[in-house]
Each structure stands twice: as structure tokens, then as C-alpha cells.
């Protein structure tokens, strides 16, 4: 900060700020913060989610009976 006088009166003129840099911003992470690295590895390049994919899948859910848990992969058998 360097204060601004009149040379020749010597009448304070205000401040000035001088030598400052921007402040580096941090990059913009691609994905979300809590992903693994297994996440990454799988999902990063599969195209975002879109207004029609959320539609077919509430779709998808409202049609499922009282039985969807038949549905379900049996436990340890994840595919």
C-alpha cells in the first residue's frame, strides 16, 4: 500500500495498491471430490446423466410390483 500526496502541496490524494497478484484459483475438479480411484477408473468418460435417462428410470421404478426385491442380485453374486 502506498499513499498518494500532491508532489507539490503535499495534499493526500488516497492509497494505492501496488504489486498484487491474483490469487491462484485452484483447477475445477472434473468429479465429484468423494470419488475412489476405482470410481474414477470406471466412470470417468461415460457421459453424464441426462434429463431423459432420470425420466426412464423413474419410469422404470413406478412400474416395478411388490416383488421388485426378485430383481435384486443375490447377496455375494454382484455382477
Known sequence: ???VT???CGHPLGVAIVGT???PQKPV???PRDWT???KDRLVGMPPITYDD???AHQFFKGL???WHKLLPKA???S
Open 1 to 3: 500500500m502506498v499513499r
Open 6 to 8: 500532491c508532489s507539490t
Open 21 to 23: 497478484t491474483p490469487k
Open 29 to 31: 475438479s472434473l468429479h
Open 37 to 39: 480411484k476405482r470410481d
Open 54 to 56: 432420470v425420466l426412464n
Open 65 to 67: 410390483d411388490t416383488d
Open 76 to 78: 455375494g453374486k454382484a
